[in-house]
């Protein structure tokens, strides 16, 4: 596996950022350039990161290619396909999204994000975006959400059948697919559960923590790694039995600082288990 986190300085040339990388210890990098660099720069940063063992996890898109305003939705999906794009010319190990949602929001719940209708427009929509792109090198994946497809390892598993693309494979958020508290409490056992079902298609991984709070009805709220009750040692012994380049990421902290503390429980882990990240 390979441990990655945002990185807290920024850089004017391909070797600036090689070096930070290295100096923090990483050995896969987010991509550090704007949709708008030219193809020269593209290249460089490209070729950098190839020469220097430095895996490009994930090109993410982040927006809602679901969306019930058909403007909203067509330029979503039009980002999708620029993105992914870019992950196979730059031999990222994905473009990630989520899968959408009916809601007016990019991300929020809906009651029709179940629906059978729903996954059938996932399933369209995911099969425009790559058979549009045909990527060669990258794969499109999926985020899982609380309360939106994929919401579970079989609801994925559905997805991917469905779909039936070789370039689509599967990003994993544990943290996102724990939404009740039997998940919670026996998170150990989902977190197996999630490997045995999806491991094989698992292209990046995203680190959180996670606690139940004492907030009715029920309230499950996201921390930063060490602060919750996920199983990390279960998280970073599974996957060890991936392929050795999987990414597993630290997101969502607010400080530098957060970020550093993140790091260094999970290599803590890591190192009680003789792992190496």
């Known amino acids: ?27 896969t990098a987010h991509w550090p ?25 994930e090109i993410g898109v982040w927006n809602n290619p679901l969306s019930p305003d058909d403007a909203t939705r067509t330029a979503a999906v039009e980002l ?7 992950a196979d010319r730059v031999d990222a190990r994905c473009c990630v ?21 729903t996954f059938a427009l996932i399933v369209d929509t995911v099969r425009d975006i790559v058979d549009a792109v045909a990527p060669q090198r990258t794969y499109y994946t999926l985020e899982p959400m609380p309360y939106s497809l994929p919401d579970s390892p079989d609801s994925y598993l559905d ?10 494979a599967v990003h994993l958020d544990p943290v996102n697919l724990i939404n009740t508290p039997a998940k919670f409490y026996d998170n150990a056992g989902f977190l197996r559960e999630c490997f045995a079902k999806l491991g094989p298609q698992v292209r990046s991984i995203h680190a959180k923590d996670i606690d139940l709070r004492n ?4 309230h499950l709220a996201e921390l930063r790694p060490g602060l919750g ?28 600082s957060e970020y550093e503390a993140a790091v260094a429980h999970i290599r803590g882990v890591a190192a009680t288990l003789g792992l190496e990240t």
């Open 97 to 117: 999204n989520l899968a959408g949602t009916c809601a007016d929001s990019w991300d929020g719940p809906h009651p029709d994000n179940l629906s059978a209708d």
């Open 80 to 86: 999708c396909k620029t993105r992914l794009a870019l």
């Open 229 to 256: 009750a996920l199983d990390f040692r279960v998280l970073l012994t599974e996957t060890a039995k991936l392929d050795p380049d999987t990414p597993i990421l630290v997101e969502h902290l607010d400080e530098q």
């Open 159 to 168: 997805l991917l059948r469905a779909i039936d693309r070789p370039r689509v």
């Open 33 to 57: 350039l704007d949709d708008d660099a030219d193809e020269a720069t593209e290249r460089a940063y490209a070729d950098a990161a190839a020469g220097a063992d430095v895996v490009i996890p």
């Open 215 to 218: 907030e009715l009805t029920v």
């Open 1 to 27: 596996m390979r441990l990655g986190s945002p990185l807290p300085t920024t850089w004017n040339s391909p070797d600036d950022w090689i070096a930070t990388v290295r100096r923090l210890g990483f050995r």
